[in-house]
Antibody, heavy 119, light 109 residues
Framework: EVQLVQSGGEVKKPGESLKISCKGSGYTFTRYWIGWVRQKPGQGLEWMGIIFPDDSETRYSPPLQGQVTISTDKSIKTAYLEWRSLKASDSGMYYCARQGSLEEGMDVWGQGTTVIVSS | SSELTQDPAVSVALGQTVRITCQGD??????PGWYQQKPGQAPVLVIHGNNIRPSGIPARFSGSSSGDTASLTITGAQAEDEADYYC????????????FGTGTKVTVL
């Protein structure tokens, strides 16, 4: 079964760092892009960025460029989303999703990781 | 970056047809993906590319595009189709990424 399993929910303080993960299984991890999508409470979906694990080509949403870092460790079939200094506005649900090519949709999604940033 | 605009909400009687639209300049170049999201759940891809339904998606879901507008049509809406729907497309700008639409809440009456 093709799956993306995300790390558990996090509660952090402003200014702290955080790295959440997304582990793929049941498919060839390096042949599919992994995208990250944010959903703030009561709001819509926000595309954050995408990475191709085979060569680590990465693209970011312009507002988030420099605010987050997307990476992968293909040896353990895992993608990451990282913050160096969290803000309260980073609170939300974060999903990773698999995408076969940039012309296709995101066909498999992780279960989501809740991030709460509060003092 | 590009923007994709959707109507905030639409309603449809059970068994009738509803069309959800998505408007944006990038749709002149790229086909969108369409995602269904029910409360408390991750989104599900229902249409992508040129009207391609992933395995397991009912045939009552279909997609089309014309100019700067794309549409998702549900023909014979069922109670379980009540959900939020989002379009998603490549971004026309230099960042070469993607953008989601503003989302449409579909209510089945």
């Amino acid at each position: 079964e093709v799956q993306l399993v995300q790390s558990g929910g996090e509660v952090k303080k402003p200014g702290e760092s955080l790295k959440i993960s997304c582990k793929g299984s049941g498919y060839t991890f390096t042949r599919y892009w992994i995208g990250w999508v944010r959903q703030k409470p009561g709001q819509g979906l926000e595309w954050m960025g995408i990475i191709f694990p085979d060569d680590s080509e990465t693209r970011y949403s312009p507002p988030l460029q420099g605010q987050v870092t997307i990476s992968t460790d293909k040896s353990i079939k895992t993608a990451y989303l990282e913050w160096r200094s969290l803000k309260a506005s980073d609170s939300g649900m974060y999903y990773c999703a698999r995408q076969g090519s940039l012309e296709e949709g995101m066909d498999v999604w992780g279960q989501g990781t809740t991030v709460i940033v509060s003092s | 970056s590009s923007e994709l605009t959707q109507d905030p909400a639409v309603s449809v009687a059970l068994g009738q047809t509803v069309r959800i639209t998505c408007q944006g300049d990038s749709l002149r170049t790229y086909f969108p993906g369409w995602y269904q999201q029910k409360p408390g759940q991750a989104p599900v891809l229902v249409i992508h590319g040129n009207n391609i339904r992933p395995s397991g998606i009912p045939a009552r879901f279909s997609g089309s595009s014309s100019g700067d507008t794309a549409s998702l049509t549900i023909t014979g809406a069922q109670a379980e189709d009540e959900a939020d729907y989002y379009c998603n497309s490549r971004d026309n700008s230099a960042n070469r990424g993607f953008v989601f639409g503003t989302g449409t809440k579909v209510t089945v009456l």
